[in-house]
C-alpha cells in the first residue's frame, strides 16, 4: 500500500516528514482559542484617565469636540475618580482650567490652585489609583504658552525651569504620585527632580513627556483645556513630527536627566517612537492617545460610519503592541468597562 501524502490540490500545500501543511486557522477557530493564543492584552489597570478639572461645585460641563467627556468641578473629578477606580483604572492625569490667569501661569504652583484641590479631594477618599498631575504652564498663562515670554517674544526656557519646578513640588504636596512635564523646555525633568528632592519628594516620579510632538491631533485638547496660544504656535520647542532620530535623542536626555517613565505623544503616529523606546530603554514606557486620535473614532462611531468599540479596542491594542505599558486614553473608562463584560 503507498500512502499518498499530497495535500489536496486547490490548497497548493504539501505534507511529508520534512513538511506538513502550515495551518494558523486552527488557533482561530473559537473565541476560547483566541483568546487563550493573545499575544497582547489590554487590563485596566495599565490605563490612566485624563480629567479637566475647573472651578465652582457640581459642575460637569460637556466638550463638544470629545463625545463623552467634560470638564469637572473638583468635586465631580473626585467622584469621577472613584468610579474610575472601581472599574480597575490604573491612574488619573489632572488638568487645569484656572479662575484667573496671568503672564507667568501663578495658579499652577499655589497652594489653593484647582489642581491642587482637586488632588487633595481625591486623595482623601483613599483609592486604589495612581494621582498623575500635567506639568505644564499653557493652562495657566494668558498667552497660552508653556513659560513666561522673553523679550524677543520666545518663550524664555530657563525662567520656565523654575516656574515649572515650583508647579512640580505644589502638585507633589497636594497628593500628586506621578509629576508629567509637558511643556518641552530643555532640562525640565533635571530641574525637577531637584526641586522635588530638595522640597522632600525624592519618592514622586517623573513621567516625561519625552517625545512630544507639535502634532494636528492636540485641537480638541486645545478646546478642552482653553489652552490655545493667544499667538504663534508651539513648534519652536515642541518636536517637528517627521523628526524621529531627534525623538530618541531627547528621551536619552530625559533618562540621563533623571526621569522615571517615558512618554510618547501622540501614540498612533508615534507607534515607531514607542516601540523604538521599548527596544532601546529599560524604563517604563507610556502613550497618550490624544483627543484627536479618540475624537476621530468617537464622533466616527456616533454616525454609525464604524463599531466604536471595536476600533476604539484596536487602536489602544495597537499602541500596547508596540510597546507601550502605560496609555493615556479618554476612553479608558468605557476600555475598562469592555474588559470587564469580556470577563
Given at each position: 500500500?503507498?500512502?499518498?501524502?499530497?495535500?489536496?490540490?486547490?490548497?497548493?500545500?504539501?505534507a511529508s516528514a520534512e513538511s506538513r501543511p502550515v495551518r494558523p486557522r486552527r488557533l482561530r477557530r473559537t473565541p476560547a482559542l483566541r483568546a487563550l493564543v493573545r499575544e497582547t492584552r489590554l487590563h485596566p489597570s495599565m490605563l490612566v484617565a485624563?480629567?479637566?478639572?475647573?472651578?465652582?461645585?457640581?459642575?460637569?460641563?460637556?466638550?463638544?469636540?470629545?463625545?463623552?467627556?467634560?470638564?469637572?468641578?473638583?468635586?465631580?473629578?473626585?467622584?469621577?475618580?472613584?468610579?474610575?477606580?472601581?472599574?480597575?483604572?490604573?491612574?488619573?492625569?489632572?488638568?487645569?482650567?484656572?479662575?484667573?490667569?496671568?503672564?507667568?501661569?501663578?495658579?499652577?504652583?499655589?497652594?489653593?490652585?484647582?489642581?491642587?484641590?482637586?488632588?487633595?479631594?481625591?486623595?482623601?477618599?483613599?483609592?486604589?489609583?495612581v494621582t498623575i498631575a500635567d506639568t505644564c504652564l499653557c493652562e495657566y498663562t494668558d498667552h497660552g504658552h508653556c513659560g513666561p515670554i522673553a523679550a524677543d517674544g520666545s518663550v524664555d526656557n530657563d525662567a520656565a525651569l523654575v516656574r515649572l519646578?515650583?508647579?512640580?513640588?505644589?502638585?507633589?504636596?497636594?497628593?500628586?504620585?506621578?509629576?508629567?512635564?509637558?511643556?518641552?523646555?530643555?532640562?525640565?525633568?533635571?530641574?525637577?527632580?531637584?526641586?522635588?528632592?530638595?522640597?522632600?519628594?525624592?519618592?514622586?516620579?517623573?513621567?516625561?513627556?519625552?517625545?512630544?510632538?507639535?502634532?494636528?491631533?492636540?485641537?480638541?485638547?486645545?478646546?478642552?483645556?482653553?489652552?490655545?496660544?493667544?499667538?504663534?504656535?508651539?513648534?519652536?520647542?515642541?518636536?517637528?513630527?517627521?523628526?524621529?532620530?531627534?525623538?530618541?535623542?531627547?528621551?536619552?536626555?530625559?533618562?540621563?536627566?533623571?526621569?522615571?517613565?517615558?512618554?510618547?505623544?501622540?501614540?498612533?503616529?508615534?507607534?515607531?517612537?514607542?516601540?523604538?523606546?521599548?527596544?532601546?530603554?529599560?524604563?517604563?514606557?507610556?502613550?497618550?492617545?490624544?483627543?484627536?486620535?479618540?475624537?476621530?473614532?468617537?464622533?466616527?462611531?456616533?454616525?454609525?460610519?464604524?463599531?466604536?468599540?471595536?476600533?476604539?479596542?484596536?487602536?489602544?491594542?495597537?499602541?500596547?503592541?508596540?510597546?507601550?505599558?502605560?496609555?493615556?486614553?479618554?476612553?479608558?473608562?468605557?476600555?475598562?468597562?469592555?474588559?470587564?463584560?469580556?470577563?
Amino acid at each position: 500500500m503507498t500512502l499518498d501524502l499530497e495535500a489536496p490540490a486547490s490548497t497548493g500545500l504539501t505534507a511529508s516528514a520534512e513538511s506538513r501543511p502550515v495551518r494558523p486557522r486552527r488557533l482561530r477557530r473559537t473565541p476560547a482559542l483566541r483568546a487563550l493564543v493573545r499575544e497582547t492584552r489590554l487590563h485596566p489597570s495599565m490605563l490612566v484617565a485624563p480629567l479637566f478639572v475647573q472651578p465652582g461645585i457640581g459642575r460637569r460641563d460637556p466638550i463638544g469636540s470629545m463625545p463623552g467627556q467634560a470638564r469637572l468641578s473638583a468635586d465631580l473629578a473626585a467622584k469621577e475618580a472613584a468610579r474610575l477606580a472601581e472599574l480597575g483604572v490604573g491612574g488619573v492625569i489632572l488638568f487645569g482650567l484656572p479662575e484667573s490667569k496671568d503672564p507667568l501661569g501663578s495658579e499652577a504652583s499655589t497652594e489653593g490652585g484647582i489642581v491642587q484641590d482637586a488632588f487633595r479631594r481625591i486623595r482623601a477618599l483613599e483609592l486604589p489609583l495612581v494621582t498623575i498631575a500635567d506639568t505644564c504652564l499653557c493652562e495657566y498663562t494668558d498667552h497660552g504658552h508653556c513659560g513666561p515670554i522673553a523679550a524677543d517674544g520666545s518663550v524664555d526656557n530657563d525662567a520656565a525651569l523654575v516656574r515649572l519646578a515650583e508647579t512640580a513640588v505644589a502638585q507633589a504636596r497636594a497628593g500628586a504620585d506621578i509629576v508629567a512635564p509637558s511643556a518641552m523646555m530643555d532640562g525640565q525633568v533635571a530641574a525637577i527632580r531637584a526641586a522635588l528632592d530638595a522640597e522632600g519628594f525624592g519618592q514622586t516620579a517623573i513621567m516625561a513627556y519625552a517625545s512630544k510632538h507639535a502634532s494636528a491631533f492636540y485641537g480638541p485638547f486645545r478646546e478642552a483645556a482653553d489652552s490655545a496660544p493667544a499667538f504663534g504656535d508651539r513648534r519652536g520647542y515642541q518636536m517637528d513630527p517627521a523628526n524621529g532620530r531627534e525623538a530618541m535623542r531627547e528621551m536619552a536626555l530625559d533618562v540621563a536627566e533623571g526621569a522615571d517613565i517615558l512618554l510618547v505623544k501622540p501614540a498612533l503616529p508615534g507607534l515607531d517612537l514607542i516601540a523604538a523606546a521599548r527596544d532601546r530603554f529599560d524604563l517604563p514606557i507610556a502613550a497618550y492617545q490624544v483627543s484627536g486620535e479618540f475624537a476621530m473614532i468617537a464622533a466616527a462611531a456616533e454616525r454609525g460610519w464604524l463599531d466604536g468599540r471595536r476600533a476604539m479596542t484596536e487602536a489602544v491594542t495597537g499602541i500596547v503592541r508596540a510597546g507601550a505599558g502605560i496609555v493615556i486614553t479618554y476612553a479608558a473608562a468605557d476600555l475598562a468597562t469592555w474588559l470587564r463584560d469580556e470577563r
